[in-house]
């Protein structure tokens, strides 16, 4: 991860805590307050973030950079088992799909 995009990361993570700890956030029942506990960066483009919240529990973000457009930043979201089973199937149909793009480099 390069310089520039790891410290636009750590600002927005900052940002997300801060969010996420506001009393009044829809769905705070327990007025949770989130702090960071880890930035773990596992691509050029992606990083995994444990927040610690106050009632001593763990939330973990998938967060990922988007290069362009004008969706062009960080993003994140907090991934459910759900979404970790189907990201586990899309490495099949990724790795299909360049088996199946790669012959049309030679054209």
């Known amino acids: 991860m390069n310089k520039e995009i790891a410290k636009e ?3 927005y993570v ?12 829809e769905g705070n029942y327990n007025n ?3 702090s960071i506990s880890d930035i773990i960066p596992t691509s050029d483009n992606t990083a995994v973030v444990y927040f610690k919240k ?3 529990k763990v939330a973990v973000g998938f967060f990922y950079y988007i290069n362009r457009g004008m969706s062009k930043g960080w993003k994140y979201y907090f991934p459910t088992d759900s979404h970790i089973n189907g990201m586990q199937s899309f490495l099949y149909y990724k790795l299909e799909a360049e088996r199946i ?3 049309h480099n030679f054209n």
């Open 9 to 11: 990361l750590k600002s």
């Open 14 to 25: 900052n940002h997300i805590a801060n969010r996420y700890s506001k009393k009044d956030r």
């Open 32 to 34: 949770e307050k989130f």
């Open 54 to 56: 106050n009632t001593g």
């Open 101 to 103: 793009n790669y012959k």
